[in-house]
T-cell receptor, first 114, second 115 residues
Framework: AQSVTQLDSHVSVSEGTPVLLRCNYS??????LFWYVQHPNKGLQLLLK??????LVKGINGFEAEFKKSETSFHLTKPSAHMSDAAEYFC????????????FGAGTILRVKS | GAVVSQHPSWVICKSGTSVKIECRSL??????MFWYRQFPKQSLMLMAT?????????EQGVEKDKFLINHASLTLSTLTVTSAHPEDSSFYIC???????????FGPGTRLLVL
């Protein structure tokens, strides 16, 4: 089976400081990994994805994530937080061996303080 | 590109009535569409997967007679919540995928409130 663990349910940072949202995954097959962002009462927007190419993935809005197989991690980072980054972030895993079904983490709510 | 829309964005209905939610891929052909529900402060849970022209595949614990899914064309899937009850109140989100691609594109969601 596949699973995703987002280690922090809430993260609070000051504007202009770095962001780190942690994600660990489990999969019996080579995984694809995604980060999605959801603003209040909105649908999900894809930030970035890893699909077995470069392990350091750059996404939109200055976000990036690094796939570390040895640590089964896919942490999301951003050098400098902006107020508009405040939202909920979901780490997601899928694999061809599981029919490419998406399995979502529980989500991390990012709060950005001015 | 890769825009998915949902209609309506929110709906309030009386208990016992049926509600239909539409999901459309606006600029690509969605061979597969997915329906998720999200309870407050929780993550998304996959309800069912539908392939164009085929019967939907439901996840364990999801009643197929209560949540009717139709995927009659490559750009439209509908979810009908039949005989809705207050416990069906939730945020319903669809996503769409083209061919063998892995990336799913999500709609903006439909908030259902059953009184």
């Amino acid at each position: 089976a596949q699973s995703v663990t987002q280690l922090d349910s809430h993260v609070s940072v000051s504007e202009g400081t770095p962001v780190l949202l942690r994600c660990n995954y489990s999969s019996s097959y080579s995984p694809s990994l995604f980060w999605y962002v959801q603003h209040p009462n909105k649908g999900l927007q894809l930030l970035l994805k890893y699909t077995s190419a470069a392990t350091l993935v750059k996404g939109i809005n200055g976000f990036e994530a690094e796939f570390k197989k040895s640590e089964t991690s896919f942490h999301l980072t951003k050098p400098s937080a902006h107020m508009s980054d405040a939202a909920e972030y979901f780490c997601v895993v899928s694999a061809r061996g599981y029919g490419n079904k998406l399995v979502f983490g529980a989500g991390t709510i990012l709060r950005v303080k001015s | 590109g890769a825009v998915v829309s949902q209609h309506p964005s929110w709906v309030i209905c009386k208990s016992g009535t049926s509600v239909k939610i539409e999901c459309r891929s606006l600029d690509f052909q969605a061979t597969t569409m997915f329906w998720y529900r999200q309870f407050p402060k929780q993550s998304l849970m996959l309800m069912a997967t539908s392939n164009e022209g085929s019967k939907a595949t439901y996840e364990q614990g999801v009643e197929k007679d209560k949540f009717l899914i139709n995927h009659a064309s490559l750009t439209l899937s509908t979810l009908t919540v039949t005989s809705a009850h207050p416990e069906d109140s939730s945020f319903y989100i669809c996503s769409a995928r083209s061919g063998a691609q892995e990336t799913q594109y999500f709609g903006p969601g439909t908030r259902l409130l059953v009184l």
